[in-house]
């Protein structure tokens, strides 16, 4: 149920998540440190050609310099009064906003991999299993000649 009682679209939790025949031969290795998937910029690539969605964690600044093609900025910190970044607390709101009725397969990336991190971390705390962190992130991707949109 949502805060408003109302019941709530298809739960992340039932999605199939990461499967072998989506991943396909793809080296995927979970993080060692919090137990999700991260996977290299390429295996992103080639996800978000297999229909993954691309959320892109930076700041709405640093997304319109450039990302991949058809990601979705829901950045995971905001400032706060004092111009401090913070952590978004309406993160996953927002990505069950830009996803209505039903939260596809993920991709987490960020400018380096911190912040996809973190906010791996935030989805994993929900119960979520259909993303993926992206290493290396955006430097990574532009690096690595990937198609990028501004």
Not at 30 to 46: H, I, L, P, W
Not at 48 to 72: C, K, M, N, Q
Request: proline share 7%.
């Amino acid at each position: 149920m949502t805060a408003g009682g109302q019941p709530r679209p298809q739960s992340p939790r039932q999605s199939p998540g990461l499967s072998q025949a989506a991943c396909g031969a793809l080296h995927i290795k979970a993080s060692q440190s919090e137990g999700f998937t991260t996977v290299n910029v390429q295996e992103a690539a080639k996800m978000l050609e297999d229909g993954w969605s691309y959320i892109d964690v930076r700041t709405p600044g640093e997304f319109s310099a450039g990302h991949p093609p058809g990601a979705v900025n829901i950045p995971v910190m905001r400032a706060n009064s004092n111009g401090k970044l913070i952590t978004n607390e309406d993160f996953v709101a927002s990505i069950e906003e830009a996803f209505p009725g039903n939260v596809p397969n993920l991709l987490m990336g960020c400018k380096l991999g911190l912040r996809s991190d973190m906010a791996s971390q935030i989805l994993q705390s929900k119960d979520y299993i259909n993303f993926v962190n992206v290493d290396g992130g955006f430097d990574h991707w532009s690096g690595s000649g990937l198609p990028i949109e501004r």
